[in-house]
């Protein structure tokens, strides 16, 4: 292995230390801004709700971060995660390209989550805190947050969209199981959520809501801290543990990829395969087209403006400079709960506004297409979220075949999907339907940005 690679890892291959672009960037990412006084955040805006380490993480500029030796014993019960080659699936695609995966689903919840989960609830328990506080969409990331919760002997209270706590219940079981404890959102338990019910009863729950109700108790609440599953920069630093093994495992495989591929719902799993490639390019490497993929019907990066917006709905985040569809944004319904947040991590937001990445969107039906054949192919039952990566991967091979192109694609494959089998089977009933969403609301949407309209006043 080179040598500028293997110092990256340790005897088990195990990275020592997560990647930070901003190192590396022409331009610092633009600040975030306290939602009041909108003045920078400064470390005392975010003490309620992270430990001291996780906000120096936030606003870092040095490359390289150790990763804890805690956190790595954990990390290494399933990383180094496989790196996989998809021969069966070229050949089906009878493509000279050539198809490589990094598989994230072999973690103990399934997804790429735990990444970055794990390395909160130490850093919250070095702190000193005994509660997470902490909201879900589908369950993927309240799972994460309850599994690495029990790890390190933290409660862990998880406000989960109503409409999905009503219909998963088994991802509910499962932040049970670990010992969480599930709170439907909005709930009676914070101003949010009572303001909320107040307005309508049976308000069925949004992502940024939910985060408002964690963020509100955490900071309402001494002895509990706040984590959240993706957007901000610790938590993309997090995930850069996957791309520092792909670096090395390509290298191993004796290929470096042409292409690099991932899903974008708040970005974290993208980057986290991605920036350790942009990274060599903006260090004087081999250059790499990177491609995030979203779905058709919450197109932030390619519908969305790169302005400041609020990351929740009670305005109690920072505001930060993200593609966004505005926080008031509701996406028509699809099967693919993960990638329905509003706006877009604004690392991913910078690296997309200085031209580093191209973004492209699906409709649900060609996701779900792709993501069958794969499990045809491969064996292995993607996530619906992870259906766009592979959607995009097999359009970049068909692309290769057509102009008889043999290039390297790599692809994140960030978690499995066997705790969503509904959609597989409306698929399979052909009840899925290709919603857009309305124009008009999204204009509506975007006309209450927050500095759009200081700016005008
Ligand atoms: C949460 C999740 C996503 C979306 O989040 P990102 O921050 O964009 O990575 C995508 N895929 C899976 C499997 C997830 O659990």
Request: with cysteine; net charge negative.
């Given at each position: 292995?080179?040598?500028?690679?293997?110092?990256?890892?340790?005897?088990?291959?195990?990275?020592?230390?997560?990647?930070?672009?901003?190192?590396?960037?022409?331009?610092?990412?633009?600040?975030?801004?306290?939602?009041?006084?909108?003045?920078?955040?400064?470390?005392?805006?975010?003490?309620?709700?992270?430990?001291?380490?996780?906000?120096?993480?936030?606003?870092?500029?040095?490359?390289?971060?150790?990763?804890?030796?805690?956190?790595?014993?954990?990390?290494?019960?399933?990383?180094?995660?496989?790196?996989?080659?998809?021969?069966?699936?070229?050949?089906?695609?009878?493509t000279?390209?050539?198809?490589?995966?990094?598989?994230?689903?072999?973690?103990?919840?399934?997804?790429?989550?735990?990444?970055?989960?794990?390395?909160?609830?130490?850093?919250?328990?070095?702190?000193?805190?005994?509660?997470?506080?902490?909201?879900?969409?589908?369950?993927?990331?309240?799972?994460?947050?309850?599994?690495?919760?029990?790890?390190?002997?933290?409660?862990?209270?998880i406000?989960?969209?109503?409409?999905?706590y009503?219909?998963?219940?088994?991802?509910?079981?499962?932040?049970?199981?670990?010992?969480?404890?599930?709170?439907?959102?909005p709930?009676?338990?914070?101003?949010?959520?009572?303001?909320?019910?107040?307005?309508?009863?049976?308000?069925?729950?949004?992502?940024?809501?939910?985060?408002?109700?964690?963020?509100?108790?955490a900071?309402?609440?001494?002895?509990?801290?706040?984590?959240?599953?993706?957007?901000?920069?610790?938590?993309?630093?997090?995930?850069?543990?996957?791309?520092?093994?792909?670096?090395?495992?390509?290298?191993?495989?004796?290929?470096y990829?042409?292409?690099?591929?991932?899903?974008?719902?708040?970005?974290?799993?993208?980057?986290?395969?991605?920036?350790?490639?942009?990274?060599?390019?903006?260090?004087?490497?081999?250059?790499?087209?990177?491609?995030?993929?979203e779905?058709?019907?919450?197109?932030?990066?390619?519908?969305?403006?790169?302005?400041?917006?609020?990351?929740?709905?009670?305005?109690?985040?920072?505001?930060?400079?993200?593609?966004?569809?505005?926080?008031?944004?509701?996406?028509?319904?699809?099967?693919?709960?993960?990638?329905?947040?509003?706006?877009?991590a604004?690392?991913?937001s910078?690296?997309?506004?200085?031209?580093?990445?191209?973004?492209?969107?699906?409709?649900?039906?060609?996701?779900?297409?792709?993501?069958?054949?794969?499990?045809?192919?491969?064996?292995?039952?993607?996530?619906?979220?992870?259906?766009?990566?592979?959607?995009?991967?097999?359009?970049?091979?068909?692309?290769?075949?057509?102009?008889?192109?043999?290039?390297?694609?790599?692809?994140?494959?960030?978690?499995?999907?066997?705790?969503?089998?509904?959609?597989?089977?409306?698929?399979?009933?052909?009840?899925?339907?290709?919603?857009?969403?309305?124009?008009?609301?999204?204009?509506?949407?975007?006309?209450?940005?927050?500095?759009?309209?200081?700016?005008?006043?």
């Amino acid at each position: 292995m080179s040598d500028s690679i293997k110092y990256l890892l340790d005897e088990a291959r195990l990275p020592r230390s997560w990647y930070n672009i901003v190192a590396d960037l022409p331009t610092p990412p633009p600040p975030f801004l306290n939602p009041e006084t909108q003045k920078p955040v400064v470390t005392d805006d975010l003490i309620d709700l992270f430990p001291e380490t996780v906000i120096e993480q936030e606003f870092a500029t040095e490359r390289d971060i150790e990763i804890p030796g805690p956190v790595r014993d954990i990390y290494r019960q399933w990383r180094p995660s496989p790196l996989h080659r998809a021969r069966r699936l070229e050949k089906v695609l009878d493509t000279p390209a050539k198809i490589y995966f990094k598989y994230e689903g072999v973690s103990p919840t399934g997804s790429h989550k735990p990444n970055t989960s794990v390395a909160q609830a130490f850093y919250h328990k070095e702190g000193g805190v005994k509660r997470l506080a902490t909201e879900t969409g589908a369950g993927q990331w309240g799972s994460s947050a309850a599994f690495a919760g029990s790890l390190f002997g933290l409660e862990v209270d998880i406000y989960m969209i109503r409409a999905s706590y009503e219909q998963k219940p088994y991802r509910r079981a499962l932040m049970e199981t670990y010992g969480a404890r599930c709170v439907p959102s909005p709930s009676n338990e914070t101003v949010v959520g009572r303001g909320m019910l107040a307005k309508k009863a049976d308000h069925r729950g949004s992502l940024g809501l939910a985060m408002s109700e964690a963020v509100e108790v955490a900071r309402r609440r001494d002895d509990t801290g706040y984590a959240l599953g993706s957007v901000m920069n610790h938590v993309v630093l997090h995930q850069t543990v996957v791309g520092v093994e792909a670096l090395a495992q390509m290298e191993m495989a004796g290929d470096y990829p042409d292409i690099v591929i991932g899903c974008t719902g708040g970005g974290a799993n993208f980057a986290g395969i991605a920036f350790p490639f942009i990274g060599e390019e903006l260090r004087g490497g081999r250059k790499t087209r990177i491609i995030g993929v979203e779905p058709a019907a919450c197109p932030s990066l390619s519908r969305g403006k790169f302005a400041y917006d609020y990351g929740d709905a009670g305005h109690l985040l920072p505001l930060m400079k993200m593609h966004t569809l505005g926080s008031n944004f509701q996406p028509p319904g699809f099967h693919s709960a993960g990638l329905r947040y509003h706006g877009m991590a604004p690392l991913v937001s910078h690296v997309m506004d200085l031209g580093l990445m191209e973004a492209r969107s699906y409709h649900q039906s060609k996701i779900f297409e792709a993501g069958i054949l794969f499990a045809r192919t491969e064996g292995i039952l993607p996530a619906p979220e992870a259906n766009h990566a592979i959607r995009g991967a097999i359009d970049e091979a068909l692309r290769c075949r057509t102009e008889g192109r043999s290039e390297v694609i790599l692809f994140n494959l960030c978690g499995h999907g066997h705790f969503d089998m509904h959609a597989y089977i409306d698929h399979a009933e052909g009840k899925l339907r290709d919603i857009d969403y309305d124009e008009g609301e999204l204009a509506k949407s975007l006309a209450t940005l927050p500095m759009e309209q200081v700016a005008a006043a």
